[in-house]
């Protein structure tokens, strides 16, 4: 672990028009070697990443590699200099062949016979044990495979450093496993690799080194058996968790006598079977199981946005017919779906136009929102939700993740919801914004919203609700509330069922 040091990058500064994204910052890599980046969303490290790969130039500082200053302006020059990427959304060709994919673009693949690259990528895929053929089509590969595929390409390219930027957020337990093996054989081979992700238990699972970065700014270099979790997330957000705990406290109650504010009585969907429901005015329950249990297709039939084949739904103890999204949306109901890029955001309008949308719609296109108004509402949920943006014209799309979802709560806020479902709502963005979505939906349930809330994280579920319903295989095999809220009867009930 204290191998040669192979990447250098001191007194890094770079500056946009009114932001300093980052001050003085250094950063080291050593020679076999994982080291995680982290830190809050705008705390600098996607924009350190891109200066390093040549999408961005640094106003000053400097890079070396293997002690060699390297000038680096373009991704062309990165490569070039053995530095190689791969993003969290797969950046190759799904209608290509896994060897099409390794050797497209490059200089040698012009005058290499198919038959001898289909060879060439067979060799280094089974090198690396990837379970992947060089003659299949990339789009009929799993995501894990698909990524894997673009670290093969990177690693026939000679690269020296790997940065793996949230390479692991799309991907199950089991896929996980197989990256982490891949990374650590890389390591044995001497490859540095810079590891980009929001998974706190991954980053101690596989990494040797985390680097912290806090408002644009170096926090530190730590060893990550000398860093506890705690401290990290602390040193993260700059604060502590205890914030979370005392909320919680203060508002968990399980509010059994309160009005129920929505019923489902054998709902069902094209995506569900039949399941019952019910939430309470100013309750936070959560659907939780394993990936494909049905969880986000259940809150997806409450919303109406998958076709409702049967079922009965009492609004506030009255009948209530909901086929499609918009008459949920009448019904007071809001939805942070679970894709923000395909379901959230529409990328190319900007902050302003994304916030006012819901409610514009619920006005009706022949009700226009005055540009005055929709300037007021934006300016409110920016900073109420202290969104991150240099104004509220920037086009929503360049705006990182977590912001991207704060965008998308203020839509939903706007509308001043009685009942607000989230489907994973923190997956891909940083602790410190996480913790302040998370107290955001214990306030709004303080103040009588009604709030179903999902997350892969079981931890966090713990943490924001008053009582689980645990799904397997898209049946409710379970409801966990009380003394049984807790990891143990969740992983009990998923793993056996409970009644």
Not at 1 to 6: F, I, P, Q, T, Y
Not at 207 to 228: A, H, M
Not at 236 to 248: A, F, Q, V, Y
């Amino acid at each position: 672990m204290d191998g040669k040091v192979l990447l250098t990058m001191r007194h890094i500064k770079k500056e946009f028009p009114g932001v300093l994204a980052l001050n003085n910052v250094d950063f080291t890599l050593r020679k076999g070697e994982i080291h995680a980046l982290m830190g809050e969303n705008g705390a600098g490290k996607s924009t350190l990443i891109k200066i390093l790969t040549g999408v961005y130039q640094m106003d000053d500082g400097e890079v070396t590699i293997d002690d060699n200053k390297v000038f680096i302006h373009s991704p062309q020059d990165a490569q070039n200099s053995g530095i190689s990427t791969v993003y969290q959304e797969i950046t190759l060709c799904p209608n290509l062949t896994v060897a099409e994919n390794m050797y497209i673009g490059r200089e040698d693949s012009a005058w290499i016979r198919r038959r001898e690259y289909e060879r060439r990528a067979d060799e280094i895929l089974t090198k690396l044990e990837i379970p992947a053929r060089s003659t299949q089509q990339l789009g009929r590969c799993s995501l894990a495979i698909q990524q894997m595929v673009a670290i093969a390409r990177a690693v026939d390219m000679k690269c020296k450093v790997l940065i793996l930027d949230e390479p692991t957020s799309s991907l199950d337990d089991k896929e996980v496993n197989m990256l982490f093996k891949l990374m650590r054989d890389l390591k044995a081979q001497g490859v540095g690799i810079i590891f980009v992700t929001h998974f706190l238990e991954q980053v101690y699972e596989v990494s040797d080194r985390i680097t912290v970065l806090r408002n644009g700014e170096l926090v530190g270099e730590y060893r990550t058996e000398e860093l506890p979790q705690v401290q990290l997330v602390s040193k993260m957000i700059g604060k502590d968790l205890d914030e979370l705990s005392s909320l919680k406290e203060n508002t968990d109650s399980e509010k059994e006598e309160g009005e129920v504010f929505y019923e489902a009585s054998t709902l069902s969907s094209t995506q569900t079977h039949p399941f019952n429901f019910k939430i309470r005015k100013g309750e936070v329950n959560g659907f939780t199981g394993l990936l494909g249990s049905g969880r986000s297709e259940s809150v997806r039939a409450i919303f109406g946005a998958d076709r409702i084949t049967g079922g009965i739904v009492h609004i506030k103890g009255k009948p209530a017919k909901i086929t499609k999204p918009i008459d949920a949306m009448k019904h007071g109901i809001g939805y942070l779906a679970e894709d923000r890029k395909r379901d959230g955001i529409i990328a190319e309008l900007s902050v302003r136009e994304n916030i006012i949308l819901a409610l514009q719609v619920m006005n009706g296109f022949f009700k226009p929102i005055s540009r005055s108004e929709s300037e007021a509402f934006a300016d409110e949920y920016i900073k109420v939700l202290q969104i991150k943006t240099a104004n509220r014209e920037t086009p929503v799309g360049s705006l990182s993740g977590g912001n991207q979802q704060k965008v998308i709560l203020a839509r939903w806020l706007l509308t001043h919801p009685d009942y607000l479902i989230l489907d994973e709502p923190t997956r891909g963005i940083d602790v410190g914004t996480k913790l302040e979505i998370q107290k955001l939906v214990l306030k709004l349930a303080e103040e009588g919203v009604s709030v179903t809330f999902i997350s892969s994280e079981v931890e966090e579920m713990l943490r924001t609700c008053s009582r689980l319903i645990v799904m397997r295989d898209r049946h409710i095999v379970g409801e966990l509330k009380g003394d049984d809220l807790n990891q143990a009867e969740v992983m009990k009930t998923i793993a056996g069922g409970k009644a």
